[in-house]
């Protein structure tokens, strides 16, 4: 793939280092298990398109079903607000949290959900971590904000309905997605916060138009991975008394009902106590009062409050949750 790359390349009469420059990108399409490579070429001030289309007889090992379904990421009683989102025409979705969050996996799931419904994708990525059949994926190397910008100016041009840009890392690339996303398409994007109201204090510190972005944003997930008990070794952890569990704000009630599990460490888990991993969420869906704290570009403790007021968990409260199920530990929620 890489030679094909580069002798595309050389058909245009640039180099393959090119692809690092902001007015040069290459695309590549997979349809019937076949990959196109597109090499496309962005002017600022007009745009032309000088496309060379070649088949790589390379095919991916990726299928649609290497995606997980939504509905298999734990999202519980935030899933139907987070399909519902997804099925509106326009606005947009960011997905958020830390390095390590499990961000691209909830990404990819919603591509494909969206792909279900016959939505029209174009993504620009960087890079592109799975490939889903049938959807237009165009992959950024090096890519600052003009380089995203010429990208989803371009994005904006062709017939689609839905844009997927990578992660939003500067003011240019925010205000190109709020652009999108008010002339009528779906646009779904990823910031690294730590929190979902955090998300939104970020957005508007960077100096996005807060009537933009009120306006524009449908919903925020931000997410964490926790590590999971091992099932084969897990068991009662008896250090974990009521008392300890109280501290953590379990009502007094519940408490007997309530035991913390640990993982004792086995063969299945090389002694580590641990069978993989649970993210856990928040999720805010934009309402009129989270509206209202945008357009008048409130400080993060504010927007926090409306956030927890209008029915947001936490991601400890998400974390104690799980807890309280035996999927995690104590010290995972600490
Ligand atoms: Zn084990």
Redo the contacts with the bound molecule.
């Keep these: 793939m890489v030679v094909l790359e580069a002798s595309l390349a050389t058909c245009v009469g640039r180099s393959i280092s090119v692809r690092h420059s902001p007015i040069s990108y290459l695309s590549r399409e997979i349809v019937n298990s076949r990959v196109w490579l597109f090499i496309k070429e962005i002017f600022m001030s007009k745009t032309e398109n000088k496309t060379l289309k070649s088949e790589s007889t390379e095919s991916t090992n990726e299928s649609p079903n290497s995606v997980k379904d939504l509905s298999e990421l734990g999202f519980d009683e935030n899933l139907d607000g987070i399909l519902k989102s997804l099925k509106e025409p326009s606005g947009l979705i960011l997905v958020t949290g830390l390095s390590g969050s499990g961000r691209t996996t909830t990404l990819y799931s919603m591509l494909q959900e969206l792909r279900n419904d016959s939505r029209k994708i174009f993504t620009i990525e960087e890079p592109i971590h799975k490939r889903i059949d049938g959807i237009n994926q165009t992959e950024l190397e090096g890519g600052d904000g003009l380089h995203y910008s010429a990208a989803i100016e371009n994005a904006l041009k062709q017939d689609t309905d839905v844009i997927f840009i990578g992660e939003i890392r500067n003011l240019e690339t925010a205000e190109m997605a709020i652009k999108a996303s008010l002339s009528g398409h779906l646009v779904i994007s990823s910031l690294q916060t730590k929190s979902a109201p955090d998300t939104i204090a970020r957005l508007l510190n960077m100096g996005v138009s807060e009537t933009n972005l009120s306006q524009a944003l449908t919903c925020v997930i931000n997410q964490k991975l926790l590590n999971r008990i091992?099932?084969?070794?897990?068991e009662v952890d008896k250090k974990v008394t009521p008392a300890h569990l109280a501290k953590f704000g379990f009502k007094k009630e519940h408490l007997k009902n309530i035991n913390a599990y640990i993982?004792?460490?086995?063969?299945?888990?090389d002694?580590?106590?641990?069978?993989g991993h649970i993210a856990i969420h928040e999720f805010i869906k934009i309402s009129e009062p989270m509206r209202n704290a945008i357009r008048n570009s409130w400080p993060l403790e504010d927007i926090n409050r409306v956030a927890v007021e209008n029915g947001m968990r936490t991601l400890r409260q998400s974390g104690l949750d799980r807890l309280a199920q035996g999927i995690v530990s104590i010290y995972e929620v600490l």
């Design positions: 091992c099932d084969r070794c897990r993982g004792e460490g086995c063969d299945a888990c002694q580590t106590g641990v069978g």
